[in-house]
């Protein structure tokens, strides 16, 4: 590794550990108070604190694991491909599954629709969050079994490598196909299809809002028009922010 790529490196384990924990642990007082104070949780609050503990979990595994496969091995051998690496998948792919449908639940909230199966959902959005939830978990764990049987298969094969080749086999491990293609398929390519869906389907149900009122000169519509317009960039922002997030995570 060159001092570039070092540095490179230093400052990106540097922001997972301030945006990682920091951040997340605040969020995470934040709602653990407000649930002390009410004794009761939101049903976004619940997709919230699934995420959080996810991105703070995930923090907590992933640092240790890049010093190890990057920097210095800190781990006894084939510790981190048998345990780590399986139980980080595990929270990266919660963390996906939490946000998507996060993201399903706003534009319930937030899209105006006369369909059957809108007004179905809105009136049960509350019986299904729970449901979202522990469905998010058991795909996670299914993925976390998974890889956690597939390394021990690619341990057992590969016994006799010597130990100096140990971060190239740790390397080569996260370049199989068949796990990539997995996680692809079942861990984050229907979030994302989800979260695409979503974010669609609330700016056009913005833009076709603003479109009613757009001859409506009473100051207060102008207001609600700006706001509007505020809310679709937000929103379009955040997509593309993810969308970064995605393809960084898939290039990694």
Known sequence: ??????????????????????????????????????????????????????????????????INDYIIPIFPRNFGKQIMYPLGDFLVISRHWFTAWLCVFYCIKIVNSTHSF???????????????????????????LFMSFFTFRYIQSNITTIDTKRNEEMFHYRKIDVPEILF?????????????????????????HMYRMKYKEHFSKNLQIIAHVKAAVIILSILFLYLIFYVTWGLC
């Open 184 to 208: 692809l398929i079942v861990g984050s390519g229907p979030p994302l299809l989800m979260i695409l869906g979503c974010s669609i389907l609330v700016v056009v149900s913005l833009c076709r």
């Open 1 to 66: 590794m060159s001092s570039f790529q070092f540095i490179l490196f230093i400052l990106t384990l540097v922001d997972l550990a301030l945006g990682g924990l920091i951040s997340n642990g605040f969020i995470l007082t934040v709602i653990l108070r407000e649930w002390k104070k009410s004794r009761s949780l939101g049903s976004s609050e619940q997709f919230l604190l699934g995420l959080v503990l996810s991105n703070l979990w995930a923090s907590v595994i992933l640092i240790p694991v890049y």
């Open 118 to 144: 809108f007004l179905w959902c809105k009136l049960r959005i509350s019986w299904l969050v729970p449901r979202f939830i522990a469905g998010s978990l058991v795909v996670s764990l299914f993925f976390g």
